[in-house]
């Protein structure tokens, strides 16, 4: 098997039959902005703009999600992970630190191709 996992977000992977399903799978990434990274990130907020910043962290916390999904889907057996979709919340370390939890989730499958 290729090591590769595909994830798709619809119910079935065209072009092929589900061969077997495994079960849930997930991946979860949780990442924090810096102290500077906040603090801009409020000044920002008070005078308006774009939070790159943020956009930059959720972008990553996303990918590091879907790679942790697919190293779980794989460690099953999976050759794809269907029904893909994303859970995403913040909380408060204790220290007045944002952090930023993102789970990738879905139904890890065997999927082969059909024949024509």
Known sequence: MNDSVLILTINDCPGHTIARVIGPVYGTSV???TIVGNFLGGVRAIFGGKQSGFTQLINQNRDDALAA?????????????????????????????????????GTAVVVTPIST
């Open 31 to 33: 990442r924090s902005r």
């Open 69 to 105: 999904l697919a190293e779980h889907a794989r460690s099953l057996g999976a050759n794809a992970v269907l029904g893909m979709r994303f859970d995403s919340g913040e909380f408060d370390s204790g220290q007045g630190q944002a952090m930023n939890e993102i789970t990738a989730y």
